[in-house]
């Protein structure tokens, strides 16, 4: 006697066929793209939402906690521009409600390409941006994009060419009532190349508007990159990004995963070694407060000899916010004298927040150096005493030691002027929470 067993699906899976049928005609790319669209589609119905029985989402419950499936944004075209990051000197793409409002001419002068997404998709390259993704990168998330990717950009650097100033692509989302704003980005360094390039995320509050975001990461052979994805989404909103990254030989990357906002976010990266002496620096910070919740998910995978990798991951939590960190480092057989090193450490400013760590190492090879760590805990009270005594407001004191803390991470990105701007968001952070400020929303997943 066989049973079948059925797989209930909540509103928001339930949700997700009408929404596409009634944007489908809309959504750019040629009858191929469209055909990969519903085959993702498939894919989504077929596994739903992830959840805590997948061991990748083990700590984020998202099939439990986003109860609504909010439809896919309307653009209104408003011509706002980004507060993250406004001081610094960069070449902006705006990104507002799902449109793109500024659009940066003169990079063209520099030689770099940079198309929509909209032209990528209908293009010879347009397959480029779906096929490819690290197995670590792919999700039922992954195939909800795209489905429903709609705007984004294609930032291609040549071969030889060193950029002066940062590419910052920022996306502004203003709707009053929840919508979901879907997006697919590429980034290609060419050999012997530099660039760097910022992504930032803002939002209202106490809008339950969604974020899917992916990113498609190539790093040429020599070449160098600088990638910053600062996430400050309102309140009431979920984040959810994608990310598979290869890096060539001898090339250089420094990424550095910002959180701030959102009530529920994730960030996944997968980066791979596809060439000997490169070298990735993976520099994070998380700073949460409320009921937030925050996860970053990491694999980098060392199939070369001779590569180096740092992980250095710095939370900060207060209320009830709770951080998620899972990092693994795979050293392939073949991957003699790989060094790579693992760090996740978090500072609770509460006795009811929540750090969940879990660093881990797969050595196949065995002429290595590599280790991980975690660590957790309070404030420092000696450390305190010691600024009280000189005089020093305990509030004060607090936001002190705490932006110490963080700064060890904002400092390895590399870059004077982004780090002084991201200090900058650390301390108004710090200075609302240091004195166990207001309470930020956030979902409990």
């Not at 959840?51 to 909010?70: C, F, I, Q, S």
């Not at 990717?149 to 590419?167: E, F, N, Q, R, W």
């Not at 998910?297 to 060392?302: C, Q, R, S």
């Not at 700064?407 to 108004?428: Q, R, W």
Request: glycine fraction near 10%; aromatic fraction near 4%.
């Amino acid at each position: 006697m066989s049973v079948e067993v059925r797989v209930v699906q909540t509103a928001a899976e339930e949700a997700v066929p009408g929404q596409f049928e009634a944007v489908a005609g809309t959504l750019p790319g040629s009858p191929e793209i469209q055909a990969e669209r519903r085959a993702a589609l498939a894919r989504f119905q077929s596994e739903g939402l992830p959840h805590r029985r997948v061991e990748e989402w083990k700590y984020t419950d998202l099939r439990r906690v986003l109860g609504a499936m909010p439809p896919p944004v309307q653009p209104t075209g408003a011509p706002i521009g980004p507060e993250t990051l406004a001081e610094l000197d960069a070449w902006k793409i705006v990104i507002v409600d799902g449109a793109i409002t500024c659009w940066p001419e003169a990079l063209a002068d520099e030689g770099v390409s940079v198309t929509r997404l909209t032209d990528a998709l209908a293009g010879a390259d347009g397959a480029g941006l779906l096929e490819g993704w690290q197995a670590e990168a792919r999700s039922s998330i992954l195939d909800l994009n795209t489905a429903f990717m709609a705007t984004g950009v294609v930032i291609a650097v040549p071969d030889g060419v060193h950029l002066a100033k940062p590419i910052h692509v920022a996306t502004v989302t203003t709707v009053p009532e929840a919508a979901a704003v879907t997006l697919r980005h590429a980034v290609r360094v060419g050999a012997n190349a530099s660039a760097t390039v910022i992504e930032s995320y803002e939002g209202p509050d106490d809008v339950s508007y969604l974020v899917n975001t992916t990113n498609k990461v190539a790093v040429g052979r020599d070449s160098t990159l600088t990638w910053v994805k600062i996430q400050r989404d309102g309140t009431a909103a979920t984040h959810l990004s994608t990310a598979t990254i290869d890096v060539d030989q001898g090339a250089r990357l420094t990424c550095a995963p910002i959180t701030i906002g959102a009530a529920l976010s994730r960030n996944q990266f997968a980066i791979a070694f596809d060439g000997e002496h490169a070298d990735v620096n993976v520099t994070g910070v998380q700073m949460l407060g409320g009921r937030q919740h925050g996860d970053t998910t990491l694999f980098v995978d060392h199939a070369l000899p001779n590569g180096a990798s740092r992980e250095l991951f710095k939370s900060v939590l207060d209320g009830r916010a709770r951080g998620v960190f899972q990092g693994k480092i795979v050293v392939r057989q073949d991957a003699q004298k790989v060094d790579g090193r693992m760090m996740a450490q978090s500072l609770m400013l509460s006795d009811q927040a929540e750090a969940d760590s879990k660093p881990e190492l797969e050595i196949y090879a065995d002429d290595v150096q590599c280790g991980h760590g975690s660590t957790s805990g309070r404030i420092d009270e000696d450390l305190l005493f010691y600024l009280r005594a000189r005089g020093i407001p305990e509030v004060t004191a607090k936001a002190l030691l705490i932006e110490a803390f963080i700064g060890e991470a904002v400092e390895a990105i590399g870059n004077e002027a982004i780090a002084e701007a991201l200090s900058s968001l650390a301390h108004d952070w710090v200075v609302q929470h240091a004195g166990g400020g207001a309470s930020n929303g956030g979902a409990d997943a």
